[in-house]
C-alpha cells in the first residue's frame, strides 16, 4: 500500500487506522479538524516507519475536501486507499427533543462528509483504473440505540452509499466497501455509556456472544485486509466488526 488517506485521522479509529498502514511503510495523508491531535498522530506515523502529511480539515466543507484531495494528489498521487473515519456522535436525545441544527450537525460530518471525500478523491483513483475505498459505519446503521436518531439515520445511509457507489466505481476497477464496528473500547463509547445511564455498559456487553468490546486495533485489521489484494473480488460489502453483536 503506497498512498492511503485518512479521514478523522485525529484520534480513535482514523488513528488507529492510519498507525496501522504506516507500519506497512505506506505514505499517509491525515485530515482532521484539530490541527494539534493531527500533528500529534503523524509524529507517531513517522515513528511507526510511515511517512505523513497532515491536513486539517472539516470534511464537511466542501472547500476544504477538494483542497485536501488536490493537495494530497499532487504530493503523491492518487491514492491506493481511501477510509472515511471522520463523524460525531451527536445528542443523545429523544426525536422530538432534537434541535434541527444538532440534526444537520451529525448527518453532515457522517453521511455528507464521506460523500463530499469520496467525490474529491474518486477521479483521480477511477482514471488510474484500481484503489479502495473503506467507509466506517457503525451497528447502530442497523440495531437500534435509544436516543440516537440523528447518528442512526447517518450510519443506516452509508449502507445505500456504498452499495451502490461500489457499482458506479466498479467498472473502473475501484471497490467500495463498508466496516460497521460495535461498541469501541475509547472515549467516545464512554460518553455513549454514560448517556445511556447505570445499565448502559452491561446492556451492550450482554448483547456480545463474546462478552467484549472491540478495540480499535480490531477495526484497523478489518479495514487493513478490506484495502489489501486479498480481498481482490470483495466490494458492495458490510463488515460488521462487533464482537457478534451484530450478525447481520
Known amino acids: 500500500m503506497s498512498h492511503v488517506v485518512v479521514t478523522g485521522a485525529g484520534q480513535g479509529l482514523g488513528r488507529a ?13 491525515l485530515a482532521a479538524r484539530t490541527p494539534e491531535r493531527l500533528e500529534a ?21 466542501v472547500e476544504a475536501v477538494e483542497r485536501l484531495a488536490t ?7 492518487a491514492p491506493d ?10 445528542p443523545t436525545v429523544p426525536l422530538w427533543e432534537l434541535a434541527p441544527e444538532d440534526w444537520d450537525a451529525t448527518v453532515r460530518a457522517n453521511l455528507t462528509g464521506v460523500f463530499l471525500t469520496c467525490r474529491a478523491f474518486l477521479p483521480s483513483m477511477t482514471a488510474r483504473g484500481s484503489g479502495s475505498v473503506v467507509v466506517i459505519g ?15 439515520a447517518s450510519k443506516t445511509g452509508l449502507i445505500g452509499l456504498v452499495r451502490t457507489l461500489a457499482w458506479d466505481a466498479g467498472g473502473s476497477g475501484v471497490r467500495v466497501n463498508l ?6 473500547d475509547g472515549e467516545r463509547l464512554e460518553r455513549v455509556l454514560r ?19 472491540a478495540t480499535p486495533e480490531d477495526v484497523a485489521n478489518a479495514v487493513r485486509f478490506l484495502c489489501s489484494d486479498a480481498a481482490a473480488a470483495i466490494t458492495g460489502e458490510d463488515l460488521n466488526v462487533s464482537a457478534g453483536s451484530v450478525m447481520y
Open 138 to 152: 457503525s451497528m447502530t446503521g442497523k440495531r437500534p440505540l435509544p436516543g440516537r436518531t440523528p447518528y442512526a
Open 81 to 90: 486507499a481511501v477510509v472515511t473515519a471522520a463523524g460525531v456522535a451527536g
Open 41 to 61: 498522530v503523524a509524529a507517531e506515523v513517522r515513528a511507526a516507519g510511515g511517512e505523513a502529511l497532515a491536513l486539517p480539515t472539516d470534511v464537511g466543507d
Open 17 to 29: 487506522i492510519a498507525l496501522a498502514f504506516a507500519g506497512e511503510g505506506a505514505r499517509v495523508t
Open 195 to 213: 448517556a445511556q445511564g447505570p445499565e448502559g455498559r452491561e446492556r451492550f456487553l450482554s448483547a456480545s456472544p463474546l462478552r467484549r468490546f
Open 179 to 184: 466496516v460497521s464496528p460495535g461498541p469501541v
Open 71 to 77: 493537495t494530497a494528489v499532487e504530493r503523491w498521487g
